[in-house]
């Protein structure tokens, strides 16, 4: 009998790995709902869908391993991370989904909770004001409009799978839908910025790249509460915290 390892817990969700199968618990059906439609329409390798059951969805293991991890050295060949590029395109090219995801939020939602989150952080201890307000300038140039894609929504440097230099598959879609494109490169390459000239030469076209920066400090700005609550360190060297020190 295999062991159980417990991949990621907290009060939202539990992801669980039984050998080569990883059970996923979610009490939010809706985000189910939408990491089995994203997979289907996906035009990149996803997990298999052994079955689904709410709130459990079980799926296959990928082969292969991460490009590394936030907080982490980053690992793998500027080859690998040019070919997570050209994957990242080429779900940006795809037809869009039916729903919007994660990336897609409005504008003027965006910017609200923005603000409310800025306004806890310092009121509540957690950050530096003048750090807290360097980053909220920074993430300005993200809020503008935006022509949608096909994005996942959490595309975390652990979520992309590679051997040697091939994308074997990409996971953790319950974020997925119409977006803008940038948030995804900015995610993926959050904490590890010295990657993304590998990862746009594979991309394959000219990007924003003070966008980029500013999805990466609107992306930690946002985080940073939500990790403290629910026992993860945004503080650890290369993290969140990081990421905001580093546009002072």
Known sequence: MDEVEVVVAHSERVTLRVG???????????????????????PVPTPEVLWCKPPVLAITALPGTTLGRLGGPSTGSPAAWAAAGAAIR??????LPPRPGRAGRSIVALTAELDHEC?????????PADL?????HVAAAALRPWAPAFTH??????????????????????EAGRGDALYDLAT???????????????????????????????????AVRWLVEHGFD???????VDVLRSRM
């Not at 080429?90 to 037809?95: T, V």
């Not at 807290?132 to 909220?136: E, F, I, K, S």
């Not at 590890?192 to 990466?216: C, F, K, N, P, Q």
């Not at 945004?234 to 969140?240: N, S, Y």
């Open 20 to 42: 080569d199968v990883f059970l996923k618990v979610d009490a939010d059906q809706a985000r189910i709902d939408a990491e089995v439609e994203a997979m289907a329409l996906a």
């Open 90 to 95: 080429k779900l940006h090219d795809a037809p």
């Open 119 to 127: 306004e806890l952080l310092v009121a509540n201890g957690l950050l």
């Open 132 to 136: 807290v307000t360097r980053n909220r």
């Open 153 to 174: 929504g959490d595309l975390q440097i652990a979520h992309v799978f590679v051997d040697g230099d091939r994308v074997t598959g990409i996971i953790d879609w319950s």
């Open 188 to 222: 993926f390459t959050l904490g590890h910025e010295e990657r993304l000239d590998d990862v746009i030469a594979g991309y394959g076209t000219d990007v924003d790249l003070e966008v980029i920066r500013a999805w990466s400090s609107l992306r930690s700005l946002l």
């Open 234 to 240: 945004p503080f650890t060297p290369g993290c969140e």
